[in-house]
């Protein structure tokens, strides 16, 4: 992949003072830098096979500036994990935790993350979870800054047997399965387990 556009990508989608440093990451090791169409199980991913030149990474490209740029930290942790150990590690193990650590610290300051998502990230960062969706008020903070917030809800915030719709699909709000709820879909009444913290829309709160 060009440096050219890699560097070009990044510029588009993150704030200016995060650049060069994400930049200088690709240089480290180069990787195939994707855009994704929204995805609602996921906002990034790390691949490596053999068959393939170069690792890839993996980004919806709806992000928001912070989430894009906190979740491409993310994944580069994956790769250089990945040059380090392949696959004798844990994923998302203390390994994982301590180059995520790294590779965040020097944008731990306001030219790169607003104020209240870097004290959220702070408190995150002290032992960082999988998924940043997992941490409920690091989520919230990062999601006032999507473009669509105000039309849209988090799942987790409304009530059991509210209908709501992703990607043009209608589903019933159903029980809590650890990190997801399962949902009936409208049209289909088949049942599929949604993220606690995916963005839904036109909601109808359940009177229940």
Same mark, same amino acid.
């Given at each position: 992949?060009?440096?050219?556009?890699?560097?070009?990508?990044?510029?588009?989608?993150?704030?200016?003072?995060?650049?060069?440093?994400?930049?200088?990451?690709?240089?480290?090791?180069?990787?195939?830098?994707?855009?994704?169409?929204?995805?609602?199980?996921?906002?990034?991913?790390?691949?490596?096979?053999?068959?393939?030149?170069?690792?890839?990474?993996?980004?919806?490209?709806?992000?928001?500036?912070?989430? =894009?740029? $906190?979740?491409?930290? @993310? +994944?580069?942790?994956?790769?250089? %994990?990945?040059?380090?150990?392949? &696959?004798?590690? *844990?994923?998302?193990?203390?390994?994982?935790?301590?180059?995520?650590?790294?590779?965040?610290?020097?944008?731990?300051?306001?030219?790169? =993350?607003? $104020?209240?998502?870097? @004290? +959220?990230?702070?408190?995150?960062? %002290?032992?960082?979870?999988?998924? &940043?969706?997992? *941490?409920?008020?690091?989520?919230?903070?990062?999601?006032?800054?999507?473009?669509?917030?105000?039309?849209?809800?988090?799942?987790?915030?409304?009530?059991?047997?509210?209908?709501?719709?992703?990607?043009?699909?209608?589903?019933?709000?159903?029980?809590?399965?650890?990190?997801?709820?399962?949902?009936?879909?409208?049209?289909?009444?088949?049942?599929?387990?949604?993220?606690?913290?995916?963005?839904?829309?036109?909601?109808?709160?359940?009177?229940?």
């Amino acid at each position: 992949m060009k440096a050219e556009k890699v560097y070009a990508t990044l510029e588009k989608h993150i704030t200016p003072a995060a650049v060069q440093y994400c930049f200088s990451l690709w240089q480290r090791s180069p990787f195939e830098l994707k855009l994704t169409k929204t995805r609602q199980t996921k906002v990034g991913d790390f691949t490596s096979r053999r068959s393939a030149a170069h690792p890839r990474i993996t980004l919806n490209h709806d992000l928001n500036t912070h989430l =894009f740029l $906190l979740t491409y930290i @993310h +994944e580069v942790a994956h790769l250089f %994990v990945h040059l380090r150990y392949g &696959s004798r590690v *844990d994923p998302h193990g203390e390994e994982w935790k301590n180059s995520f650590k790294e590779l965040l610290a020097p944008l731990m300051q306001e030219n790169a =993350f607003p $104020l209240e998502i870097l @004290h +959220e990230l702070k408190r995150h960062m %002290v032992n960082p979870k999988a998924s &940043s969706f997992a *941490d409920t008020n690091l989520t919230k903070v990062l999601r006032q800054y999507d473009e669509d917030q105000q039309q849209s809800v988090v799942l987790s915030e409304i009530p059991e047997g509210s209908t709501f719709s992703i990607r043009k699909r209608y589903f019933r709000k159903g029980k809590l399965r650890r990190t997801r709820f399962l949902c009936q879909e409208i049209k289909t009444r088949r049942n599929y387990l949604v993220p606690c913290d995916a963005q839904v829309t036109n909601v109808q709160l359940s009177l229940l």
